[in-house]
């Protein structure tokens, strides 16, 4: 018997294919995969189990803000709180500082005026002491969507309800906080619901809170004012508790973010200073510099409410509707005409803008133009198709010199060609197009990221109609080296739940985080589980007849090749005559390198004086196999928090009997 054994080998390459029929994907590519969840083509070869992700700060992104006690004296199951832009929400437990126990809000017990950016609590208990004016509240419940996550400057910014918040990866400092100049109160013996400042650099807003030295409260701007000379009179509510000493200081609080959908942003360079530019689709626009927080209050109409943002020939442009607005040469706020801004009417609803190479691309749904030239004295709008489109905003971005963007057919990459001016266009996820159809049908909203350092693409659907975590599903394409840059190799992703992702690339090290709805940024490619969760893989071959359709094989062995990096446990199974109802499938084999004398850091059972240290991982498994059928695929199955590893090959022994 073993003289008339054959081999046939599987090299694993070309990914996630489901458009061609079972007997002309085995025949056509017997390397790829016919299933492929949480394992990557590698442009190293073969399939890599994914990476994982953990909390990039293991505290939770404050739900509202930095809200403050209301006056002292409080007591009771009453409690006035101030600096507060978000009802809170019945149920809501928190802390109030300097106050012993945690208090719950009541059913029912929620009184919020968002005119005053103040709430009247009624709790389930009565506090234990009267707090201090201004004591800090801290709410410890963390649900609720995060609308925006921006790595920048190994620092990740987080948009959560009305406030921007910065974090290093310990706790969250709230950064939404105007910055005026020194501003101090003008006058003494003032009363009542108005307050006289001077010492302004900028233009208070409606909504932005301040506190007042020696003066008890919380004080929210009612309307926008007169300044003149640096001096304004405000508009404030509460009435003032008491009459503020002259030349006493104001500390600007907080600014009203509310309202306002995904953060998007704009990361560059301007005389010599790395910024952030954010739009939100509602608010005016912010630039934070890593100290300063600026609100770009006297944008014109066509830029407060911008949904999207780019830097581009030294000049910073704002999208909002049809219109796109851009600053003059070398400013990220100046509007002014005759310095060099202007304004272009687009001709269609805006879903995205990206820089690619000379050219700044405008996505509308239907069509892609480009903008070319330098300044307002050549800028030319040209267009580049009438029939295509980004239908999803959130999924444009740039892979290996070319842009990838979700059109209505699924994944489009804009591509030069050799020819001046002509782009190409076409539809990359097309061996995925069943997966890509799906996942666009189940969500509302995409979210993407690319990983430069594995020339790979992730794209994640969200859904608010309780998909959990664990079923949120995703698509990756890695970008293959060949002589064809087009040509990628897809995969699933499923257990990472991004309603926002981003990336930078900092220093050569690469950070990619991400955020849903339970409060939390994580970081991608991060750790060898789902923060904490085992991270479930699987990989199918097509089913291969091998050498005849209508010939029927019996197997006896099995070599797999693999390349990890640490432990590996997975299960095999041989999955006969496409797995059809009624046919007999062989029992799952396991495999694992994690037995006998090499040990592992970290992993149960390593012993000092047992294992073997620096020994040879294993990477060739053997086993024997049983089965007969006309034709066979391989299935893996990985369920753990190993390290990732690579399937890169396997060969099958195998006897061939007569025609049947």
């Known amino acids: 018997m073993a003289d008339g054994l054959q081999t046939y080998p599987f090299e694993f390459r070309g990914g996630l294919i489901s458009n061609l029929s079972p007997l002309q994907h085995g025949t056509q590519a017997p390397g790829s995969a016919r299933l492929l969840k949480n394992f990557e083509p590698s442009t190293d070869g073969g399939y890599k189990r994914i990476e994982g992700y953990d909390k990039y700060s293991s505290s939770f992104v404050p739900a509202y803000g930095e809200p403050k006690v209301q006056g002292s004296g409080q007591t009771g199951t009453t409690l006035v709180i101030a ?8 149920g809501s437990t928190f802390t109030i ?3 012993a126990g945690t208090y719950t809000v009541a059913v029912g017990g929620v009184s919020f005026s968002s005119a005053n950016k103040q709430a009247t609590l009624t709790l389930t208990t009565s506090m234990a002491s009267s707090p201090a004016d201004k004591a800090a509240v801290t709410f410890t419940s963390h649900t609720g969507t995060i609308k925006g996550v921006v790595a920048w400057n190994e620092t990740v910014l987080s948009y959560r309800n009305s406030d921007i918040h910065s974090t290093t990866g310990t706790t969250h400092t709230k950064v939404s906080k105007p910055s ?14 108005t307050l006289n400042v001077d010492g302004l650099t900028g233009t208070p807003q409606i909504g932005d809170t301040f506190s007042i030295a020696g003066v008890e409260k919380v004080y929210t701007v009612l309307a926008v004012p007169t300044v003149t000379s640096g001096a304004a009179a405000l508009s404030i509510n509460p009435s003032l508790a008491s009459s503020p000493a002259d030349n006493a200081v104001i500390t600007m609080l907080s600014c009203d973010r509310s309202g306002g959908g995904k953060l998007r942003v704009a990361k560059y360079r301007v005389a010599g200073v790395d910024k952030v530019m954010a739009v939100d689709g509602f608010n005016v626009p912010f630039i934070w510099d890593g100290t300063t927080f600026t609100e770009l209050t006297s944008a014109p109409s066509d830029v407060v409410g911008a949904s999207f943002v780019t830097y581009h020939k030294n000049q910073m442009f704002f999208a909002k509707g049809e219109v796109l607005t851009f600053t003059s040469p070398y400013t990220d706020n100046d509007f002014n005409a005759a310095n060099g801004a202007g304004v272009i009417a687009v001709g269609g609803l805006i879903t995205g803008l990206i820089p690619f190479r000379e050219a700044l691309i405008i996505f509308t749904d239907k069509t892609i133009s480009q903008l070319v030239g330098n300044t307002l004295q050549d800028f030319v709008l040209q267009p580049v198709t009438s029939k295509v489109g980004c239908v999803a905003p959130d999924t444009i971005q740039e892979i290996g010199g070319d842009v990838i963007f979700l059109g209505p057919e699924g994944l489009r990459l804009f591509s030069a060609t050799d020819r001046v001016g002509d782009f190409n266009l076409g539809v ?11 996942l666009i049908a189940s969500s509302i909203s995409f979210a993407s990221v690319v990983i430069k350092q594995k020339s790979q693409y992730r794209i994640f659907g969200y859904n608010t109609s309780g998909i959990s975590t664990a079923n949120a599903k995703g698509v990756l394409g890695t970008q293959m080296v ?14 990472i739940k991004a309603y926002v992702a981003d990336s930078d690339y900092e220093n050569q090290t690469e950070t990619l985080v991400f955020a849903h709805d339970d409060g939390f940024v994580y970081q991608m490619e991060n750790g060898n589980s789902f923060d904490g969760t085992n991270i479930i893989a699987s990989f199918a071959t097509p089913f291969v007849s091998i050498n005849d359709s209508r010939i029927r094989k019996t197997f006896y062995k099995l070599f797999l090749y693999t390349d990890p990096q640490g432990g590996v446990t997975t299960s095999v199974n041989l999955k006969l005559d496409f797995d059809t109802q009624g046919s007999i499938q062989p029992e ?7 037995a006998g004398a090499v040990g592992f850091y970290g992993s149960a059972g390593a012993r000092y004086g047992v294992m073997r240290y620096g020994d040879k991982l294993v990477k060739q498994f053997e086993t024997q196999v049983i089965g007969s059928a006309f034709s066979v695929s391989l299935q893996f199955v990985s369920d753990g928090q190993n390290p990732p590893f690579s399937l890169d090959a396997a060969t099958l022994e195998f006897a061939t009997h007569d025609r049947r």
Not at 180 to 193: E, F, K, P, R, W
Not at 483 to 489: F, K, L
């Open 83 to 90: 600096n507060i832009y978000t009802t809170p929400s019945e």
């Open 428 to 438: 990359v996820s097309k061996p995925i197009q069943n997966e890509m159809t799906a």
């Open 588 to 594: 799952t084999i396991q495999l694992s390198n994690e």
């Open 482 to 495: 060949g002589d064809n840059t087009s040509t990628m190799s897809w995969a699933e992703t499923l257990g």
């Open 180 to 193: 005026y100049g020194t501003v101090l109160v003008n006058g003494g013996s003032q009363t009542g619901a």
């Open 97 to 99: 500082a300097g106050v």
